[in-house]
């Protein structure tokens, strides 16, 4: 596992993960547009403040795509549920 150097405002990190390079800096550039998306939105907050709300502004994108896993899943299964009584039905 060979350490990607990725730029996050003004740091520079060599971060070792298990994915790969492309995916390290797609994720390294999305936590730098989200700093500068609160950045843009407040004013004289300290890196410390910007970084905790660009982190909450994450995790709520997270757990709403979590939501709307979940939900997808309930549809399908609902679906697959309906198509199972169908053939079922069918073979009576």
Do not use: C
């Not at 994720?27 to 910007?50: Q, S």
């Not at 905790?52 to 609902?78: D, N």
């Amino acid at each position: 596992m060979k350490p990607v150097r990725v730029r996050i405002r003004d740091h520079e990190y060599l971060i070792r993960s298990d994915e790969n390079e492309e995916q390290i800096l797609r994720i390294a550039g999305y936590v730098n547009d989200k700093l500068k998306e609160v950045e843009n939105l407040t004013e004289g907050l300290t890196e410390r403040k910007t970084a905790i709300l660009a982190a909450l502004h994450i995790a709520s994108e997270y757990f709403q795509v979590l939501k709307e896993r979940e939900e997808m899943l309930a549809t399908i299964r609902k679906q697959t549920e309906a198509l199972i009584d169908h053939i079922d039905s069918a073979w009576d």
